[in-house]
């Protein structure tokens, strides 16, 4: 099956943005969906559909995709936002799932 | 809004079966797509299985098809993984998910994971 591959780390000056990308060529019949993962808590979606964005997830968290990258968008990072970000779709047979390896965010 | 609330930790030996719950509370489990997720200790998500949301049909991860084994009991609204031949590669915090799914058109969808459970560490170790 197809593989998502992401950056393994990505680090941020406070406040600043930051763009994190999710290669993959599985695009072309979902959209992404981003979860954050902070260390010993479940992972809790952050973006998914097209631009989506759950009830309590900030409005500087953003997404977007261009071809076979889907990217999770962070406009004015905070220190809060120091995570492990992951990727995740279906595979274009519809038959399995699967994740990015995932992008450790370091706010400096 | 929806609950997930999974079964504690336990400690297997090598060559044994471990099996997971995962309650759920504020909806049904048969309105509910649920899946499997797993970390080993340092690594990223691995999705090992799932109820396709269209037909209800179970779908198992390659890697792990002949092991792994979901169910649901519909009376309690509990959902299980069991796992086999445990190996210590398969030392890992468990989590259910259940897969939120909108089909878009005929040929575009959009499903995510939410919410999580909090997750079942389980060791494997002789």
């Known amino acids: 099956s197809s593989e998502l591959t992401q950056d393994p780390a990505v680090s941020v000056a406070l406040g600043q943005t930051v763009r994190i990308t999710c290669q993959g060529d599985r695009f072309r019949n979902s959209h992404a969906s981003w979860y954050q993962q902070k260390p010993g808590q479940a992972p809790v979606v952050v973006i998914f559909g097209q631009d989506n964005r759950p009830s309590g997830i900030p409005d500087r968290f953003s997404g977007s995709s261009s071809g076979n990258t889907a990217s999770l968008t962070i406009t004015g990072a905070q220190a809060e936002d120091e995570a492990d970000y992951y990727c995740s779709s279906r595979d274009s047979s519809g038959n399995q799932w699967g994740f990015g390896g995932g992008t450790k965010l370091t706010v400096l | 809004q929806v609950q997930l609330v999974q079964s504690g930790a336990e400690v297997k030996k090598p060559g044994a079966s471990v099996k997971v719950s995962c309650k759920v509370s504020?909806?049904?489990?048969?309105?509910?797509?649920m899946h499997w997720v797993r970390q080993a200790p340092g690594k990223g998500l691995e999705w090992m299985g799932g109820t396709d949301p269209e037909d209800g049909e179970t779908i198992y991860a390659q890697k792990f098809q002949g092991r792994i084994t979901m169910s649901e009991d519909t009376s309690t609204d509990t959902a299980y993984m069991e796992l086999s031949s445990l190996r210590s590669e398969d030392t890992a915090v468990y989590y259910c998910?259940?897969?939120?799914?909108?089909?878009?058109?005929?040929?575009?969808?959009?499903?995510?994971?939410?919410?999580w459970g909090q997750g079942t560490q389980i060791t494997v170790s002789s």
């Open positions: 504020e909806y049904t489990l048969t309105e509910l797509s």
């Open positions: 998910a259940a897969l939120q799914w909108e089909r878009l058109t005929t040929a575009e969808e959009d499903n995510w994971f939410d919410p």
